[in-house]
């Protein structure tokens, strides 16, 4: 495997993923998005990002069909409503999930972002769907410092991932989120890593882009990937910008390089509210 990212129980995942968001909207994108990723399962991206939210359970089903007949090369992460996270909600939503997926189990499981059932309750539903084998790991999402140690006291110490915004536009969870997931080994899931194309193509991300002959995006995947704990899950309906961002594996960035994006982009020096999209 390409560069890879451990999870607590020591299975290892592709530190580069794709995403769908915004995919399964249009029924005549469709070919394209399921081209798309299939395309990046070619080339090693084989953690593919999904939820019930995008497209209203569309989304689900271009990964239904962009998984079928290599189910098992790829490891399937989607995630459940907040408003769908009761004990019983969060079992029911996963076997619509799974029905729009065409699969018999989902690798991870999230909740999208905190919300008002109890995580107690969550936590119950997301164990009764792993004893049941139709969830491998569970996790979170948008989930900051303090609702992580809420988990925790809520029985949630087997937690395998917390996906939040983070690009070098985006780095406050470095402050204090990401030390408290590392202390728990608990990998970090970048979502909207090239901030949905909107980071500034000059600057910095310009200019290192310039001395290694790549784009400023391709710049930006690789920074978020130089973390050992980071998986990136750039979305991509383009097959040119999957290929793009697969290539951006091969980028090492050196101690310059990252000395120039953080001067561009300097580190969080105290703690602010963890952002979302
Ligand atoms: P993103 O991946 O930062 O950006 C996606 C946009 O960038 C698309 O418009 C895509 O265009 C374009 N793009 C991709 N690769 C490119 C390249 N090499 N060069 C130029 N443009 C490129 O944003 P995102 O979709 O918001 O985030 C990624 C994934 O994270 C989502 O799809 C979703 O799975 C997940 N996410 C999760 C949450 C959460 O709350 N948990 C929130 C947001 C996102 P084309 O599609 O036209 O190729």
Redesign the pocket.
Known sequence: MAKSVTLPGGERVPALGQ????MGEQARRKADEVAALRAGIDLGLTLI??AEMYGDGGAEMVVGEAVKGRRDAVFLVS?VYPHNASRAGVVAACERSLKRLATDRIDLYLL??PGSHPLAETVAGFEALQAAGKIRHYGV??FDADDMAALFAAGGGACAAD?V?YNPARRGPEFDLFPLLGRHGIPIMA???????RLPRGGALGAVAKKHGV?P??VALAWVMRRPDVIA??????IA?VE??AAARDLALDADDLAAIDADFPPPRRKGALE??
């Open positions: 995403g769908t968001w915004f990002d999904t995630k999208h972002w999402s948008n996906q915004l979502y909207s890593p090239i901030e949905q194309a784009d995006f391709q899950i750039p979305k991509a309906s383009r910008h793009a961002n979302m999209l």
